[in-house]
């Protein structure tokens, strides 16, 4: 999970509440947008951890066959 990501949903939430309790609707968009801009942070970031997981598995079964070949020569 992205810390910035976390930073900026619950700022955003934050933000936003603001916005309504005061009636400033520009405020409320604003946190509104930074709430969605965290959510997509966070995914960005799982995303990320994802398919450097499935590189190292790749990247190990490629060892693996290679190890395969040296062995048989």
Known sequence: ?????TFDRIAGKAK???GKVTGNKETE???RLQNIEG??????GEVK?????KADDVKDAVKGVAAR?????
């Not at 999970?1 to 990501?5: F, L, Q, T, V």
């Not at 070949?69 to 020569?73: M, N």
């Open 39 to 44: 959510k997509v942070a966070e995914k960005v």
């Open 69 to 73: 070949f040296k062995k048989d020569e």
């Open 49 to 53: 951890d994802e398919v450097a997981e």
């Open 29 to 31: 968009t604003e946190g």
């Open 16 to 18: 936003e509440a603001a």
């Open 1 to 5: 999970m992205s810390d910035n990501g």
